[in-house]
DNA sequence: AATGAATGAGCATTCATTCAT
DNA sequence: TATGAATGAATGCTCATTCAT
């Protein structure tokens, strides 16, 4: 269908999805933008009409993708009130995303690794807004005294992360695919809950 | 032959050395072959009679630092028996060394999101034997009745390693370096040992 | 009919101007057509109206420049008649138009020794022209017998052009400013004339 | 001198003259440097070993012929006490150079009017070694009281040398092929040392 | 073993030109 | 006529790797 409506945020998007798929497949380094042009098919010149340069392409790529998450997560914590619940959905959501979706979980892992060492002055302010829904759940939780007042929400909001982010990590290399999307949310939702030592009895 | 093998043995630690350094600074793709042999001060050449290839010295580099961290919290984990403070050991032993040694830590971010995607078939034991440290030390609690029995040691070393390496990847660059190694050790054996919920009384 | 004609002219005039203007600034070869579309207020696509292709603007330009020069020049001759003084008018007024106009100076240059190697077969008879004023003076003082008969009028015109041009390049260049139009006229003229050598006495 | 140091001077002159013949043959745009590598018979790699970039090796080969030319008329001049005997050696054999060698002057004209738009700070000091010569013999001449005084040196050195560069141009071009050297410098001499006018009776 | 000069494949980016609207 | 989004060919330069010494 060569309707009109395909234009400027239809390329936009196309190359997007295009460059979050190559991306994945050969990590930013190893992508060439007559990949990406080809998989979007369209015209390597094209892109340009977009995007500054190929580390643009990642940035916009990944702002998309974190974005994407933050709107999913924050809609399903507005219907939850009780912080330990809370913790659990934004385990739960962020695994089952990545699980679908390697392609994201690969870009993550490649932009948060590779990004900040080419362009020191990027602020990366959409990430840093989807960990601060972490430590807003934790603080949430101390107000209510349900979670221990001697946590400090701005470290804990990154062990839990790379807790989040080391499973996706195995999975997107397909490694320890044993492990269900269920399991790992249990997992990590205990461990974080209660702590790993057994209770006094 | 002894003095050969010394010979060879110096250049090779001397490469490594220099590469580890290089690496960190500039990352696997934007380090050139020709920064390694300038701060090794070899040439060029010379670092292909002791390497295959650049992806080859990423490897090494990464196998030799993270072997070095296995002897070291080998060494220290045999003084102790209590699987708590064996927990705490780690972490401790892990974030000390990363705080220590900012290229190590990049070298591990870079790696462990790079190299698996270029080379499929690449095992990396080392890196396994490393955590495995960590699933040992759990299983030992769960043996002594002192960790919880539903923990899973293969998901739990996972989520505590990627706990672990988010705090380096966040000193590595630079942020929120108000934390020290000794209020992140403590954070996040507290969190994992208790978990976050407050204790009812 | 009429207003289509006088539109058409319209642009045209526009892209020449504004082609002169960044030609000179930039030279023919870093020049993008989107900076003399910006410069006309005119598309892109719009310059292939009127024009073949990039090279076909810049000879455009430059006739338009050499035929303005040859009118202007040639009305000034035409109330002189004393090839002493018509050698002198056509120095002062090509230095002077250099001076005045920078853009058409440059353009000069650029045409002169650029275009001839990218087409073979173009003419260029407009300047032929221009410089076939500098002849016909030359043969008309020889006819009066005030000049003298063993200049080759054909060397001559070329000789004189080519000081012409140096100065104007040397002042696009802003070097060597501190010469006013009326010394360098006055040089030229003099060292043209009477030549070099210091009269016996 | 080490077989290295002579094996190395060959490459650089192997290439600077292989990019003389290139860039007259095609200009300095349209010259690509895998063009000056075949003509050279030296990878395009190799090129970057002995220059900058491709600008680097246009002035290098400039520099290298206009030195060349400032030996020899320097030798030539030498030899020679009377100034209009030295103007006459200079003009003649500029023109015998550029007309033995077309790249040169090709080279000398596309440097003149391009290179000074690239780089604002390239001050060019071979090529005013080259036109002072012209205004040192200018100066001997009044000195001696055989050159008129009110011929400014500075304005005069640029007249000349414009002429003998619009002489050598026509040349490149293949016009105007029918006045030989000898002619072209009588011609020049002439009018530069007696001027254009009829001697009085 | 060691060197470092030489290689040449590889790629991001530009921009003159086209063409659907 | 006029537009400007889209095209894709073209190229300067880099750098891992080789190899003659």
Redesign the interface.
Known sequence: MKSSDKHTSDKHSKIIKASTKVFAK??F??ARISDIAKEAKVADGTIYLYFNNKLDILISVFEQEIGRLIVQVTALLEKEDDP?KM?EIFISKHLTEMKKNRNLAEVI??E???T???IRDYRNDKFSEYLNILSSI?RK?QQE????????P???K??????????A??WS?KL?TK?TVN??TK??S??????????DD
Chains 1, 2, 3, 4 share one sequence.
Do not use: H, T
């Not at 990154?158 to 499973?167: A, K, Q, S, V």
């Open positions: 050969k990590g380094f190893n330990r913790l892992q490649i948060l690794r590779q900040n060492k080419l934790i939780g005294n349900i979670f221990r007042q001697d946590i400090m701005g470290i804990a990154r062990i839990i992360f790379g807790g989040l982010d080391e499973i990590r195995i290399l320890d492990y399991e790992a997992q990590m205990d461990l974080y809950q209660f702590g790993i030592l057994a209770p």
